[in-house]
């Protein structure tokens, strides 16, 4: 596979990041807005609340914008303490058909070769 096909199958690959900041006036709106002045689509958002910070965790949909820099971006701004990026997720794969692969593995023959007795 070439470099830029892998760096293509990478970039549609959905990102995901937890993000821990302050809880304060209007946080999350700043960082939901500069997510979204980037060009990023937020596909999912889980966030808690622990004493006087918030934790994040965003899953932007597939974009051939470097979410990297997001991050960095992310990190300026005034609440934010910590930007991680979490594993991403692939697109979603096709289930792979295990009657059939089993299927493959055993054959099966008449009775009449396994007794030796016609039927």
Do not use: N, W, Y
Request: charged share 30%; hydrophobic share 40%.
């Amino acid at each position: 596979m070439s470099d830029q096909s892998s760096a293509r199958s990478r970039a549609r690959a959905s990102t995901r990041f937890e993000i821990r900041m302050a809880d304060g006036e209007g946080a999350l709106i700043r960082t939901l807005g500069l997510i979204q002045r980037r060009g990023f689509t937020v596909g999912a958002l889980e966030m808690r609340t622990r004493g006087r910070q918030l934790r994040v965790k965003l899953e932007l949909a597939p974009s051939e914008r470097c979410p990297d820099v997001l991050a960095r971006q992310i990190m300026r701004l005034h609440d934010v303490d910590t930007v991680e990026r979490l594993k991403d997720r692939a697109a979603p794969r096709p289930r792979p058909q295990f009657g059939r692969a089993l299927a493959g593995l055993f054959t099966t023959r008449p009775r009449a070769a396994v007794d030796g007795a016609e039927a």
